[in-house]
């Protein structure tokens, strides 16, 4: 089996760091999968009804692989997003489709189809300028999140505490950025510095782990320092995960809930999640797993 890898830097560029993209190059070479990892910038799109078996990449025409895996997430630009939707109509199994990708990266248009599903989420309003903050106290109240509408691993997230500390933020975005999209968040205290994310794989949630924020920090991204502990699968907590994710249409998925007294809310999905927290403290070889997940889909195409 040949699969591609969608993402900003080829294997050659590769940082160190990046665990994820590392252990899909290596757990590939164990299960004897042919993978390349490729970025947007490489392609050249050439929309034709003739050769629809090959594609250009680094202005040759290559065989087209049995797989694409995106890992650009909420860094998916117009153009990658384009090289997805292309290979799919190609015939290219692709694991998330272009159509999921682009819908979880809108925060926004993602929280509307929650609402519209009847899943439990925090209350979300959009933030137009000038912002009328009478208006924002009486329907979210203080304190509240204030988010960008595309972003992850806990950047563009910050927490509002005031009346008067809102009026400050808002007023630096306007003045530094005044089209930025931004959206407000009612706060969940009793989820103040910890989350669950939630790894779902072909419709099934295959492992919780709870997220810590470190001291003085509201952030639990492990990314961020946060520390992780396994946790309990609960049939709400399944529920809610493999729900968001059929919703989304994402095969694969990371979903965070924030804690609400006994019960919990979505919070957001992610098409491509970091699993090295999850992997280490619930024992499990995510990007094994993954692979089999698309293995098993290869053959039924």
């Known amino acids: 089996m040949k699969g591609w890898i969608l993402y900003k830097n080829t294997a050659a560029e590769l940082r160190p760091d990046l665990y994820e993209i590392h252990r899909f190059i290596e757990v590939a070479g164990e299960k004897g999968i042919e993978l390349r990892v490729v970025k947007p910038d490489q392609f050249d799109l050439i929309v034709t009804r003739d050769d629809r078996k090959s594609i250009l990449l680094d202005g040759e025409v290559v065989p087209l692989p049995d797989f694409l895996l995106p890992r650009m997430g ?3 630009t117009y153009f990658a997003l384009a090289v997805i939707r ?8 692709v694991f ?3 159509q999921s990708i682009d819908t ?4 926004l248009y993602s929280q509307q189809i929650l609402a519209e599903r009847g899943i439990s989420s925090p209350r979300t309003m959009f933030a137009k300028n000038p912002v009328n903050i009478n208006l ?3 329907y979210l109240g203080f304190p509240l999140i204030v988010k960008a509408l595309s972003g992850s691993m806990g950047k563009g997230i910050f927490l509002s505490e005031n009346h008067d500390n809102f009026r400050d933020l808002m007023e630096l975005i306007h003045v530094t950025n005044p089209n930025a999209n931004i959206i407000l968040q009612e706060f ?11 790894l779902v794989i072909g419709g099934r949630a295959v492992a919780c782990m709870e997220r810590i924020a470190p001291a003085g920090s509201f952030k639990s991204n492990y990314s961020r320092g946060g520390a992780v502990r396994k946790f309990d699968m609960t049939p709400e907590i399944e529920q809610l995960a493999t729900e968001t994710a059929r919703t989304f249409g994402l095969e694969i998925a990371g979903v965070d809930l924030l804690f609400d007294g006994d019960h919990f809310k979505v919070c957001e999905a992610n098409s491509s999640p970091g699993f090295e927290g999850i992997g280490e403290c619930c024992g499990i070889n995510v990007a094994g797993m993954i692979y089999d997940f ?3 889909k290869v053959r039924e195409k």
């Open 74 to 76: 909420a860094g998916t």
């Open 86 to 93: 292309h290979l799919e109509r190609l015939g290219v199994r």
């Open 96 to 98: 998330n489709s272009s």
């Open 104 to 107: 979880v990266k809108d925060k």
């Open 136 to 138: 924002v106290e009486k």
């Open 188 to 198: 969940i205290k009793s989820s103040l510095g910890r989350d669950l994310r939630v």
């Open 294 to 296: 698309i293995r098993e």
